[in-house]
């Protein structure tokens, strides 16, 4: 695999959790642990760092999705609250776990793609 994939593959790439490399391993060990390396092309992961990423985008969009669903059932239905708690949890529950996973590996992937790592200092005598 000495091509470099195109965008569109590695946004492919990062969200079926496979390795930016070689798009055969595996990313995860687990529900959103990384593993330390690809078990087929033995990348290091050392360098995978979403940070706060996925989980801000995913308390964006779900905000986005709950709270304006919320706003909606009550303008136009006034339910009860209980309604809005058996209608709401659930929902969070659907709309915060399951896009977790592809945004951590669609931002690690991309982050793998553009290169992209934490500033660092050169000293004249690493030059
Ligand atoms: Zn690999």
Do not use: N
């Not at 079926?16 to 087929?40: D, I, M, N, T, Y």
């Not at 940070?51 to 999705?65: E, T, Y």
């Not at 709270?67 to 239905?77: D, F, P």
Request: net charge positive; proline share 6%; hydrophobic share 50%.
């Amino acid at each position: 695999m000495s091509q470099t994939p195109s965008l569109a593959q590695s946004i492919l790439t990062g969200l079926a959790g496979r390795c930016p490399r070689c798009r055969a391993g595996h990313l995860f060990s687990g529900f959103l642990s990384v593993r330390k390396q690809c078990e087929a092309c033995g990348l290091d992961y050392s360098f995978a760092d979403a940070g706060d990423g996925p989980a801000i985008f995913v308390i964006l969009i779900a905000g986005f999705i709950v709270v304006g669903a919320a706003l909606i059932v009550e303008v136009v239905y006034q339910p009860p609250f209980w309604v809005h708690a058996a209608l709401w949890g659930p929902l969070i529950l659907l709309v915060t776990l399951a896009p977790l996973r592809l945004l951590k590996g669609l931002l690690i992937v991309l982050q793998y793609h553009h290169k992209a790592a934490e500033g660092r200092l050169e000293r004249k005598s690493e030059r």
